[in-house]
């Protein structure tokens, strides 16, 4: 990186996008996010509910435009069929394959639902995008980490109560139950997090092998690890110190 600006730290929604740095290759047609990792939800669970009753209707931007694909783009401006049975995204009068667009005012960030409903409705799910955060707000605390087996997602309760994505990079992937790459990812955010007390909660980047202590990543590659439970600093500081 040859340029940084101080600016580029805001992770007050209030101000603007928080960490969010855009990525081109313009001569694929192709942008998107530069450090923020992509959330798909395609799986219902309490914390998602939680997410879902939090997030905001609002008209498309441009940042909605980077999480779909580019021949997607016209359907963000297109109604749902429920609320005009003429939309050009509705399909021989009640399918629909419309998009919706929010954002998460915790984070700022966008959110676009990707509706699917066949002909006659046998089929009706939406499927939502969005990025992960690089770090929690300022001010906010850590509380618990959550692993998401309903969703398999990876949230993050502050001290005030809200709800956040784990922080995640661009080209990790969280996972647990197994071992690889995205087990590999979480025990090292893990292990920033316990070493730090619970304070360093940005994304743990560049993965290294000294970073990931051995019981967290033990524990991570386990199916102990692999259902859903909400783990504090101090659960976290007994399973490295077993
Ligand atoms: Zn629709």
């Not at 923020?36 to 498309?60: F, G, H, K, M």
């Not at 749902?80 to 700022?108: K, Q």
């Not at 990707?114 to 009706?124: A, I, L, M, Q």
Request: hydrophobic residues 35%.
């Amino acid at each position: 990186m040859t340029f940084t600006h101080p600016e580029l730290n805001l992770t007050d929604p209030t101000q603007g996008f928080a960490h969010f740095v855009l990525y081109t290759e313009p001569h694929l047609s192709v942008a998107g996010a530069a450090w923020n990792a992509t959330i798909i939800i395609e799986r219902q669970s309490s914390y998602v509910r939680e997410w879902l009753d939090r997030i905001q209707r609002c008209d498309p931007n441009p940042l909605h435009t980077t999480l779909v694909d580019n021949h997607k783009i016209p359907r963000l401006f297109h109604p749902c069929v429920d609320e005009d049975a003429d939309s050009p995204s509705a399909v021989a009068g009640s399918g629909c394959t419309c998009c919706r667009t929010w954002y998460d005012p915790a984070s700022g960030l966008p959110v676009v639902g990707e509706h699917f409903r066949t002909r006659g409705g046998d089929t009706d799910r939406w499927t939502y995008t969005t990025y992960a955060p690089l770090d929690l707000r300022p001010g906010d605390t850590f509380h618990a980490v959550i692993i998401d087996r309903a969703s398999r997602l990876f949230w993050i309760r502050t001290g005030a109560g809200s709800l956040s994505f784990v922080p995640e990079h661009l080209s990790r992937g969280y996972d647990v139950g197994r071992s690889g790459g995205g087990p590999d990812a979480f025990a090292q955010y893990l292990s920033q997090l316990v070493a730090s007390g619970g304070q360093d909660t940005a994304v743990a980047i560049p993965a290294s092998e000294q970073s990931i202590d051995p019981q967290l990543r033990a524990w991570v590659t386990s199916q102990d690890a692999a259902r859903t439970q909400e783990l504090t600093l101090r659960d976290l500081n007994a399973i490295r110190q077993r």
